[in-house]
């Protein structure tokens, strides 16, 4: 069985802020993937960020980035200097190779960036 | 390229009533799935399946059928609806079942209410 914990459910910062969106997942197996996706006001969901469980590599792309840390389950993404549009709500999920036709997701933070 | 079409985008359903979501994707992808979206609760899977003539079920599969006669639809059924069936449904496509093949690729979202 796998789980995904975001234990934010909402999180108000003002533009320019920098932010954090915690993660946490739970699997027995040690070949996995962790997903971050990105669902702004008009409701579609976008991919941001694939990772495998062998590859701790921490990543940046712009003002993105994201911290996977197997020592404490965790896979954190930053928005360095938010800005307006980055309002959404953001799912982590992952699937694993005992669970592998089930992508699972957390329960999303929702982001609001004030102006 | 059109992706994941989902249809209708919006539903409004009586209590008892019958209806069909439906769910193409021209990408010769493999691996179809539907989701559910309730508020707090993330993406919850219903059914998915690994090609044509091969359906599972996922985490919440009562009160839906699914079938998959050919590789580009895959049409989510409800047979009588209930109020708790009030939610977004996704579907989603990818190439192969197999966890790390290839990401989800989500269609726009079917908003049902059921009264």
């Known amino acids: 069985a796998q789980k995904v914990t975001q234990a934010q459910t909402e999180i108000s910062v003002v533009e320019k802020e920098d932010v954090t969106l915690d993660c946490v997942y739970e699997t027995r197996d040690t070949t996995y993937y962790l997903f971050w996706y990105k669902q702004p006001p008009s409701g579609e969901l976008v991919f941001l960020i694939r990772r495998n469980s062998f590859d701790e590599q921490n990543e940046i792309s712009g003002r993105y980035s994201w911290n996977f840390q197997k020592s404490t389950s965790s896979f954190n993404f930053t928005i360095t200097a938010s800005q307006v549009v980055d309002s959404a709500v953001y799912f982590c999920?992952?699937?694993?190779?005992?669970?592998?036709?089930?992508?699972?997701f957390g329960s999303g933070t929702q982001l609001t960036v004030l102006p | 390229n059109a992706g994941v079409t989902q249809t209708p985008k919006f539903q409004v359903l009586k209590t008892g009533q019958s209806m069909t979501l439906q769910c193409a994707q021209d990408m010769n992808h493999e691996y179809m799935s539907w989701y559910r979206q309730d508020p707090g609760m993330g993406l919850r899977l219903i059914h998915y399946s690994v090609g044509a003539g091969i359906t599972d079920q996922g985490e919440v599969p009562n009160g839906y059928n699914v079938s998959r006669s050919t590789t580009e639809d895959f049409p989510l059924r409800l047979l009588s609806a209930a109020p708790s069936q009030t939610s977004v449904y996704f579907c989603?496509?990818?190439?192969?079942?197999?966890?790390?093949?290839?990401?989800?690729?989500f269609g726009a979202g079917s908003r049902l209410t059921v009264l």
């Open positions: 999920a992952m699937i694993s190779s005992g669970s592998a036709r089930q992508l699972t």
């Open positions: 989603a496509s990818k190439g192969s079942w197999r966890a790390g093949a290839n990401v989800l690729t």
